[in-house]
């Protein structure tokens, strides 16, 4: 079963709603794991397995539609080349990230990983078929143009970004240890939420690369889900330690801070 352009069109659709409908609620309401856990939001589950579970469908939905929807056809260097780098960051999530996670008990609402698994089908299903297109489409069969190139750097330096944050964000804590601290270098220079910053990144270099509404919507909604989150991070952060870095956030010593 594959997908015609009019049903994916009104697929993007609801995904760039689904932002504009996030973007303002996670400002008011943050998403209820981590730091933001509390009561209310029905059963919970181990937080690994729910990791697993609601990346899976995100690693193996865009590849049964970029086949589904012919594999790219004779010229699909540069589709081939965008789905290996959104399998790239998939694999890495799914698999290796609730591997590596720090604390054996950790536990998310069901509800998340519910959203979440729905969320990753209608984007895979979007993605993967556009993707597809771009090398059965004549008019797109330039093979590497210079803002395909762009996008892709754009991309891995968004990748490189996200996975050193994580790293410094996982090793914050010793094996077994709770609590939070301040994490420092890399982006955590300037900003409170890196790895966000990083993904952010990513899916921007990605939508630069493909220029497809399906990416595009992508990018828009990474950045309804994570703006607030961050935003949350930050205020969470200058609220909670007494010498969190001035500087960081766009506030420096002596100008006037971020509201708290
Ligand atoms: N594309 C998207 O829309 C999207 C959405 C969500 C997440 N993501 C990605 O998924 C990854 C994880 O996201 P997340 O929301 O779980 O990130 P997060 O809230 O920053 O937490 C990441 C991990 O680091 C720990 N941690 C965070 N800050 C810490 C601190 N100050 N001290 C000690 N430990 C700390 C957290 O522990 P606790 O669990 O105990 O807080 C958690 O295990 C990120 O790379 C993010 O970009 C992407």
């Known amino acids: 079963m594959a997908f015609g352009p009019a049903e994916i069109e009104r697929l993007v659709r609801i995904e760039l709603v689904a932002a504009l409908v996030v973007f303002p609620v996670l400002f008011l309401v943050p998403a209820p794991y981590g730091r933001y856990q509390r009561r209310g939001f029905g ?6 397995l729910g990791w697993v579970i609601m990346e899976f469908p995100a690693v193996v939905v ?10 790219a056809g004779a010229c699909g260097g540069a589709a081939w080349l965008l789905l290996s780098l959104w399998l790239l960051h998939y694999t890495q999530r799914t698999f290796l990230f609730p591997v590596l996670m720090r604390g054996q008990g950790g536990r998310s609402p069901v509800m998340t990983v519910v959203l979440a698994i729905v969320f990753n089908c209608l984007n895979g299903v979007v993605n993967g ?4 297109w771009l090398g059965l489409d004549p008019a797109r069969c330039a093979a590497f143009p210079p803002r395909l190139l762009i996008g892709v750097g754009i991309f891995l330096a968004g990748f490189l970004v996200n996975l050193h944050a994580d790293h410094v964000l996982r090793t914050l804590r010793a094996p077994g240890e709770a609590g939070y601290k301040i994490p420092k270098g890399g982006a955590f220079r300037w900003v409170s939420a890196a790895n966000y910053f990083g993904e952010l990144v990513e899916w921007t270099g990605f939508a630069i690369a493909a220029m497809t509404p399906a990416a595009w919507a992508f990018a828009a909604f990474t950045a309804a889900n994570l703006v607030p989150r961050a935003w949350s991070h930050h205020r969470w952060y200058k609220n909670t330690f007494p010498d969190y870095p001035a500087s960081r956030g766009g506030t ?6 971020w509201p708290r």
């Open 129 to 132: 078929t556009s993707l597809a």
């Open 62 to 71: 865009p590849v049964w539609a970029f086949l589904a929807a012919g594999g």
């Open 43 to 48: 059963p919970l589950m181990h937080a690994r």
């Open 252 to 257: 420096r010593h002596g100008a006037p801070g």
